[in-house]
T-cell receptor, first 111, second 114 residues
């Protein structure tokens, strides 16, 4: 079974502060992991995925298989980062290729 | 490409009425997903199709919910009869087949059942 845990519902920080949004997963195979973001009144969109190993809008996420984690980090938060963030997991092929989402976390960046 | 298109954007109706939500996936995508988003439960997968065939409908809450995909460019999610607890935002998403393929979401339908 696939499971994604985002232990916090809300994170509030000041502009310029570091941000870490936690994500832990449970999956018996080799997972594909994603972070999706939903800005206010906008559609859910892909932020980044572990397979790309890229930085998007200053955010990075490293897959730690030992800790089964995929935490999202940004060294200096900006007000425009305020949004809902979802961590998601997928099995790689066939019937496992659906996404399982965590419950999401609201990031609020104050000026 | 206009992306995934959902209609209507908003729907307000009385309990007991039939509700039909529509989705047009991105052309060329062969996987389609229906999700429900609520404050309490977050984003839940209801059902998904691959090449127009339902693959997993284990997330469909009960028999009042049904989904169809008659062709590669259209899908519907129907609730009959609707109940107040069905009030939520319903998202449709599409992707290429494969777990490493990102899903592209529509704007969602905000459903309110009175």
């Amino acid at each position: 079974a696939q499971r994604v845990t985002q232990p916090e519902k809300l994170l509030s920080v000041f502009k310029g502060a570091p941000v870490e949004l936690k994500c832990n997963y449970s999956y018996s195979g080799s997972p594909e992991l994603f972070w999706y973001v939903q800005y206010s009144r906008q559609r859910l969109q892909l932020l980044l995925r572990h397979i790309s190993r890229e930085s998007i809008k200053g955010f990075t996420a490293d897959l730690n298989k030992g800790e089964t984690s995929f935490h999202l980090k940004k060294p200096f938060a900006q007000e425009e980062d305020s949004a809902m963030y979802y961590c998601a997991l997928s099995g790689q092929t066939g019937a496992n290729s659906k996404l399982t989402f965590g419950k999401g976390i609201t990031l609020s960046v104050r000026p | 490409d206009a992306g995934v298109i959902q209609s209507p954007r908003h729907e307000v109706t009385e309990m007991g009425q039939e509700v039909t939500l529509r989705c047009k996936p991105i052309s060329g995508h062969n996987s389609l997903f229906w999700y429900r988003q609520t404050m309490m439960r977050g984003l839940e997968l209801l059902i998904y199709f691959n090449n127009n065939v339902p693959i997993d409908d284990s997330g469909m809450p009960e028999d009042r919910f049904s989904a169809k995909m008659p062709n590669a460019s259209f899908s519907t999610l129907k609730i009959q009869p609707s109940e107040p607890r069905d009030s939520a935002v319903y998202f449709c998403a599409s992707s290429m087949t494969g777990g490493d393929q990102p899903q592209h979401f529509g704007d969602g339908t905000r459903l309110s059942i009175l």
